[in-house]
């Protein structure tokens, strides 16, 4: 039993009337893992996730965490498992303390056990000094750090959290991160995340990739990257007469023809072609080594975030009038 997997999903299917939300995944967690589960809304993390916490019964397929089948024995499956849901769920008007000790309560944590084990989560989610504040006075940072200590203040070896920087600001998201991978090295647990940011996976051990409910890949991400990564050039024309000739002078080539063209690239040769052939009838050109965000391109077609790509290697900007390009 204590070699089995931290979680093994089995061809699980989960439809809510017409929307098929899971369409029969399969994968596993190792132990010790920090496993992301990466799509964009809708994809099905949340309903994944919801199984495996024995909130909602797959219709059909088979999941286990820590070995416990949780459809068959759902209490033994949640004795070792905490959660932290994407909707916040503490209670604004008890103190920080009250809040983790209810939950201790419930999970029939014996009193002295408890009491320390509140204590140490308290000094690793840094909430020592807060414990006797009322939880509604805390910022919404804190509060995502309390409910990861509430998750691991009973046994847990299996953390899951969903989508747990949502709404933070961007220092918090990072602490969130350290935390996260704190806890997976002082406590050796397993943690799954989801996340649709797809900049947070790049530290995780394995990113599963999944959009409408089908798993699209699983793997490192430094392997996901090499597999299915592509160079991306990303452009924006002069005008429409020189759009009109990029998209039928490389066909094969175009990802994505809105106010930016994007187009696959594999290297200097390239793009020494393509800007030989159109020059200065482009106003906007960067390319854009292999990422994540390419990854997700290449097995959806979509872009997970549809802002302006945050990792350019090169931009060049061409002035409206002069030839001159500024790095
Ligand atoms: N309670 C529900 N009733 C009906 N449809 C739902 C319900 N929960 C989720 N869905 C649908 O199932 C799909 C997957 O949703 P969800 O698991 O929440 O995805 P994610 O967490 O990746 O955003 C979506 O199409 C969503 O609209
Ligand atoms: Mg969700």
Same mark, same amino acid.
């Given at each position: 039993m204590s070699e089995a997997p931290a979680v093994t999903i089995e061809a699980i299917t989960k439809r809510y009337g017409r929307t098929l939300a899971l369409d029969a995944v399969s994968f596993e967690v190792r132990r010790g893992e920090l496993f992301a589960l990466l799509g964009?809304? *809708?994809?099905?993390k949340t309903t994944l996730l919801h199984i495996l916490c024995t909130i909602l019964r797959a219709d059909s397929g088979v999941a286990t965490t820590n070995g416990v089948d949780v459809a068959k024995d759902p209490l033994g499956a949640r004795r070792n498992i905490g959660v932290v849901f994407q909707e916040p769920s503490l209670d604004d008007r008890l103190t920080v303390w009250e809040n983790l000790n209810f939950h201790g309560l419930v999970y029939g944590v014996p009193a002295a056990i408890r009491s320390k084990r509140i204590d140490d989560m308290l000094a690793i989610v840094e909430l020592s000094d807060w414990r006797?504040? =009322?939880?509604?006075?805390?910022s919404s940072g804190m509060k995502r750090r309390l409910e990861i200590a509430r998750a691991l203040? !009973? $046994? @847990?070896r299996l953390l899951f959290l969903d #989508?747990?920087?949502? *709404?933070?600001?961007a220092q918090s998201r990072d602490r969130m991160w350290r935390y996260i991978h704190r806890l997976r090295e002082e406590r050796g647990l397993t943690v799954v995340v989801t996340t !649709?940011?797809? #900049? $947070?996976? $790049?530290?995780?051990d394995r990113v599963c990739v999944i959009d409408h409910g089908k798993v699209l890949a699983i793997d490192s991400p430094q392997t996901l990257k090499a597999q299915h990564g592509q160079q991306l050039l990303r452009l924006v024309p002069r005008d429409d007469a020189t759009r009109a000739e990029i998209l039928a002078a490389y066909p094969d080539r175009i990802v994505r023809d809105r106010d930016e063209l994007v187009l696959k690239s594999d290297g200097d040769a390239f793009v020494e072609s393509l800007f030989g052939k159109f020059g200065l009838r482009i106003r906007r050109l960067a390319v854009e080594d292999p990422s994540l965000e390419s990854v997700f391109l290449t097995l959806t077609?979509? $872009? =997970?975030?549809?802002? +302006?790509? @945050? +990792?350019?290697?090169l931009t060049y900007e061409f002035g409206k009038r002069g030839g001159e390009h500024t790095k």
């Amino acid at each position: 039993m204590s070699e089995a997997p931290a979680v093994t999903i089995e061809a699980i299917t989960k439809r809510y009337g017409r929307t098929l939300a899971l369409d029969a995944v399969s994968f596993e967690v190792r132990r010790g893992e920090l496993f992301a589960l990466l799509g964009p809304n *809708g994809a099905g993390k949340t309903t994944l996730l919801h199984i495996l916490c024995t909130i909602l019964r797959a219709d059909s397929g088979v999941a286990t965490t820590n070995g416990v089948d949780v459809a068959k024995d759902p209490l033994g499956a949640r004795r070792n498992i905490g959660v932290v849901f994407q909707e916040p769920s503490l209670d604004d008007r008890l103190t920080v303390w009250e809040n983790l000790n209810f939950h201790g309560l419930v999970y029939g944590v014996p009193a002295a056990i408890r009491s320390k084990r509140i204590d140490d989560m308290l000094a690793i989610v840094e909430l020592s000094d807060w414990r006797d504040k =009322l939880v509604r006075t805390l910022s919404s940072g804190m509060k995502r750090r309390l409910e990861i200590a509430r998750a691991l203040v !009973h $046994e @847990s070896r299996l953390l899951f959290l969903d #989508e747990p920087t949502v *709404g933070l600001d961007a220092q918090s998201r990072d602490r969130m991160w350290r935390y996260i991978h704190r806890l997976r090295e002082e406590r050796g647990l397993t943690v799954v995340v989801t996340t !649709h940011y797809i #900049e $947070e996976v $790049e530290n995780c051990d394995r990113v599963c990739v999944i959009d409408h409910g089908k798993v699209l890949a699983i793997d490192s991400p430094q392997t996901l990257k090499a597999q299915h990564g592509q160079q991306l050039l990303r452009l924006v024309p002069r005008d429409d007469a020189t759009r009109a000739e990029i998209l039928a002078a490389y066909p094969d080539r175009i990802v994505r023809d809105r106010d930016e063209l994007v187009l696959k690239s594999d290297g200097d040769a390239f793009v020494e072609s393509l800007f030989g052939k159109f020059g200065l009838r482009i106003r906007r050109l960067a390319v854009e080594d292999p990422s994540l965000e390419s990854v997700f391109l290449t097995l959806t077609g979509r $872009e =997970l975030r549809d802002q +302006a790509a @945050s +990792a350019r290697d090169l931009t060049y900007e061409f002035g409206k009038r002069g030839g001159e390009h500024t790095k």
